[in-house]
């Protein structure tokens, strides 16, 4: 896909996810890598009404080349894909389920969702949380660099979701994925649930490696 192919994608991707209430106002960002930078929703822009021509393009260091004013978050997804280079696209969100995850005292910080499905084993699987920074805090960028060599998909306290993906498709899916596990895990909390074996989830693993 060329530059504004991409910008068009962004647009059509992020009002799907703002439509169905995966991001409320103007919360949640998306990035693509592409050749001589990345392309991120601007600050204070609804995913629900974005222009593709106001599209924020910085260059791999984070410099504003042209576009809307870049998210504080900009830095959090410019770390992430220094962090994981198979990355091409990282979407971030402010889904209430996983928010709600997020807030529970008595979760493994380690693997903060547990395999209830072969789809979050295979999108997913494990998704660790860090703890509590203010949104754009340097500290909250550390963190989450630190581990996202290792995951897919970082939980941050009292905050949302960071996922990547191959290509954007990739990382929406896997993050609509995480939010509708997140909200089975909430259904599910307070009753006998369970979850996928060790040996069920080796054998996802397997599958897809």
Do not use: W
């Amino acid at each position: 896909m060329n530059e504004q192919e991409i910008r068009k994608l962004i647009t059509v991707l992020g009002k799907s996810l703002f439509d169905r209430r995966y991001t409320a106002g103007g919360s949640g960002n998306i990035s693509v890598r592409i050749d001589d930078g990345i392309l991120t929703t601007p600050t204070n822009s609804s995913m629900g009404r974005l222009d593709p021509d106001r599209i924020s393009k910085l260059d791999p260091e984070g410099k504003h080349l042209s576009g809307d004013k870049p998210s504080k978050e900009s830095r959090l997804h410019l770390a992430v894909y220094r962090s994981r280079p198979q990355a091409g696209a990282v979407v971030h969100l402010h889904s209430p389920y996983a928010v709600a995850v997020s807030c529970l005292e008595d979760i493994d910080s380690e693997d903060t969702i547990p395999p209830l499905t072969p789809y979050f084993v295979m999108r997913i699987g494990k998704l660790p949380l860090v703890p509590y920074f203010p949104p754009g805090d340097k500290g909250l960028v550390e963190a989450v660099a630190k581990v996202a060599c290792e995951y897919k998909a970082v939980l941050m306290a009292h905050h949302g979701s960071i996922v990547t993906g191959q290509h954007l498709e990739d990382a929406v899916y896997s993050a609509e994925e995480l939010e509708e596990t997140a909200r089975l895990f909430i259904t599910l909390k307070q009753l006998n649930c369970r979850a996928l074996n060790d040996q069920q989830v080796a054998e996802l693993l397997r599958k897809i490696a």
